[in-house]
């Protein structure tokens, strides 16, 4: 039998729930969309149906299904967004709410939403109400939306992982965060080649805890073990690099590096990722850990 008494404590999001929210009036966020009330309200309905349990009443990530997650649910009052295809830092676009709502975070407890199109426009919207600050001031603007360039590597798959392997570790000097996946011969040759000496640093088949502004450390995913929370494919890792990850070490290297080194790594990147699971990975990490 249902023990009522053990539920009372979700009387109070019910209630909430039911009400359909209190806006009278509409809003104009940053990117000029002037959102109607009604709008708003369908947005606090259905974020109290499907979002609260996570991202709390709050809107400040303490969702009372929040203990223990890791990473912890996004705090939507801080205004900052991780995985918007914008520069680090920027104002996501309408359209990234949309992608990471739909398809979730893989990894983590952020699933994939089948809710309707005018449902998901809707909590987009009052998502942005968690932070006036950011999202009501008229002097900001959003972020430049990063697209696919053409890819340059198509048909010349291995020739863009060999490169993307060189640029990673001594042009990007990735393994500063992520773990390197070179061998100390290989980042030798490479740092004479790019000019970056080589320094036998300890943690260098670590991945290194990461100072964030969201309150947290993050965790640089070791790319051929942990999900990568936005990517699946070579395109989703050109976006992901393009673009960086908000309020976090990661930054947006376009611009920084030239596209086609972009676009090597991300290969690289992938060829990492299709090392999950497989003899090949054993392999390699035999190799690093017996030098």
């Avoid at 950011?134 to 972020?143: N, T």
């Avoid at 060999?162 to 290989?186: F, I, M, P």
């Avoid at 699946?232 to 920084?256: A, C, F, H, N, Q």
Wanted: proline share 5%.
């Amino acid at each position: 039998m249902m023990n009522f008494k053990n539920l009372s404590y979700l009387l109070p999001l019910i209630l909430l729930a039911c009400e359909g929210g209190n806006f009278k009036e509409s809003k104009t966020f940053v990117g000029g969309k002037t959102v109607n009330a009604d709008t708003l309200n369908l947005g606090y309905t259905t974020y109290m149906e499907y979002c609260i349990q996570c991202h709390g009443v709050l809107g400040d990530g303490k969702g009372p299904a929040s203990i223990g997650m890791f990473p912890p649910p996004r705090n939507f009052t801080l205004g900052l967004y991780k995985f918007g295809n914008v520069p680090a830092g920027e104002l996501p676009h309408d359209e990234d709410f949309y992608r990471i709502i739909r398809h979730g975070l893989n990894g983590t407890p952020m699933l994939k939403w089948d809710i309707s199109d005018k449902r998901l426009d809707a909590v987009t919207q009052y998502i942005k109400t968690f932070a006036p600050t950011a999202w009501e001031d008229k002097s900001k603007v959003l972020g430049e939306s990063i697209t696919l360039t053409q890819d340059p590597y198509l048909g010349k798959e291995e020739e863009a992982v060999n490169y993307g392997a060189e640029v990673y570790h001594a042009v990007a000097n990735c393994q500063s965060c992520h773990s390197a996946y070179a061998t100390k011969a290989e980042l030798t040759t490479w740092g004479k080649k790019y000019d970056q000496p080589f320094s036998d640093d300890p943690t260098l088949y670590q991945i290194k805890l990461q100072e964030s502004e969201h309150g947290y450390k993050t965790v640089p995913p070791d790319f051929t073990w942990h999900s990568v929370r936005t990517s699946t494919t070579v395109e989703d890792l050109y976006l992901r690099i393009s673009s960086g990850i908000g309020g976090t070490s990661m930054p947006s290297w376009k611009g920084v590096l030239e596209d086609q080194q972009i676009w090597a790594v991300s290969y690289y990147v992938k060829s990492l990722m299709n090392l999950k699971n497989t003899p090949e990975r054993e392999v390699l990490f035999s190799k690093l850990n017996n030098q």
